[in-house]
């Protein structure tokens, strides 16, 4: 039920992933949770029983971090799914309710899904030697047919990169992220049961839960995450994404966290809007660079322009075939290197491509000879790269922080700079 005039949001935005930060008799634990309303914040019930206390932690080390003291408001043990209430301080965006839906289990799929949080493999230490646990985007695919006796999601991602204590699951502290399928959360990571590898976790589906509880306990879930009917959610299968415009190849390829940041909030800037989409249907110009002033919504002119791309729709008034393929990366979710550019792009490009890139990359080869592999590959195809947040690599004299990887652009490029808009 929506308390405010917040726009509903359209996918995950890495500004509402929560660190949950439990006190309890014996020590404290950590896990992971998403805003998915103004004052609540959904995670799993392993994460928070017990706890003498819980802190909610947003945006940890970056600018605009905050925190709150929450509590939790509704939980149910046997599904492993908790639900807690915050009061969000002073100077908080306020968010609208997060999108809800289900992965059918009634026939064959195999869905892509994406989940980001705090995992014990991903933690590290500050210069001052303090430890924190840097956050991970866990990219990965659900088979829909796959525990259908004990109800959840079997969640097959890339193998955790280390193990750093055998008696805990490398996977601990991603207990509680919201599991999502396209623009819909489905679920809640839960479990990691090492026999079954490093590469599978369990999520509690949210569909199962709300069938499960009783009717007080359902509407009161449903009340909390904003669902209007809990018994009848949206089959996400059917919705990754806007409904594809008439010129959309069926075949586009979405790499990576989209950016959401600001979409809710954003104004027309039919101008900019129209300048990109000249630019990127120019052959001659292989970079856009969209510049301004913080706050003056580069990140949410970039989100829409590549949502109108995704719904078949160009741009401005220039047409141009569509892309093929859209790589989404970010400095604030899962880093800009070239390796992770590299690596995504592969993935765009399907698994056979994919798996002679990668081929490629662990070859003993030059840089250059690597990345122009990846362009042949590319071939005639338009991919669109977004690499957002650029500014965070850049020295104080406009160079990157890390040029050492040996590889340069020589690429014309346009520039859209964005001004106030009242």
């Not at 954003?266 to 129209?274: G, M, Q, V, Y």
């Not at 719904?311 to 604030?332: E, F, H, K």
Request: proline share 6%.
């Amino acid at each position: 039920m929506r308390t405010d005039g917040a726009a509903v949001a359209t996918g995950l935005d890495p500004r509402r992933i929560a660190e949950v930060i439990v006190t309890a008799g014996k020590g404290g634990r950590r896990g992971s949770g998403y805003r998915v309303g103004n004052a609540v914040v959904l995670t799993a019930f392993h994460v928070v029983s017990g706890a003498a206390g819980v802190q909610v932690r947003f945006d940890a080390d970056r600018p605009g971090q905050w925190s709150a003291p929450a509590e939790v408001v509704w939980s149910d043990g046997a599904t492993d799914v908790a639900v807690l209430a915050f009061t969000p301080p002073a100077g908080a965006e306020p968010v609208g309710p997060a999108p809800f839906g289900r992965i059918g289990d009634d026939r064959h799929a195999v869905v892509d899904v994406h989940a980001a949080g705090f995992p014990l493999w991903k933690r590290r230490r500050d210069a001052e030697g303090r430890q924190f646990r840097e956050l991970h985007q866990a990219d990965g695919t659900v088979a829909a047919l796959s525990n259908l006796r004990t109800g959840t999601l079997e969640v097959t991602v890339s193998v955790a990169a280390a193990d750093p204590d055998p008696q805990v699951s490398p996977w601990s502290g991603m207990s509680g992220s919201a599991l999502w399928a396209g623009s819909r959360i489905v679920g809640v990571i839960a479990e990691h049961h090492r026999w079954e590898g490093p590469g599978r976790l369990t999520a509690a589906r949210l569909d199962h839960t709300l069938r499960r509880v009783g009717g007080p306990l359902r509407t009161r879930l449903a009340e909390l995450l904003g669902i209007g009917d809990p018994l009848a959610l949206p089959d996400a299968r059917s919705e990754t994404g806007p409904g594809p415009g008439p010129g959309r190849a069926s075949s586009l390829r979405v790499i990576g966290l989209p950016v959401t940041h600001g979409l809710e909030l954003f104004k027309d800037r039919i101008e900019a809007r129209e300048l990109v989409g000249r630019h990127l249907a120019d052959p001659a110009v292989r970079m856009v660079t969209v510049t301004g002033r913080r706050g003056m919504g580069k990140s949410a002119l970039s989100a829409k322009v590549l949502e109108m791309l995704e719904q078949g729709q160009w741009p401005g008034q220039t047409r141009a075939p569509l892309p093929s393929a859209i790589v989404n990366l970010s400095t604030r979710t899962s880093g800009v290197t070239l390796e992770r550019l590299y690596f995504d792009c592969a993935r765009a490009l399907g698994p056979e491509t994919e798996a002679r890139l990668l081929g490629v990359w662990a070859a003993n080869r030059p840089v250059h000879d690597k990345v122009g592999e990846l362009f042949n590959a590319m071939g005639d195809e338009l991919v669109v790269i977004l690499v957002d947040n650029l500014e965070d690599l850049l020295l104080d004299d406009g160079r990157l922080e890390d040029a050492s990887s040996g590889s340069s652009s020589t690429a014309s490029s346009a520039t859209v700079t964005l001004r106030a808009s009242w």
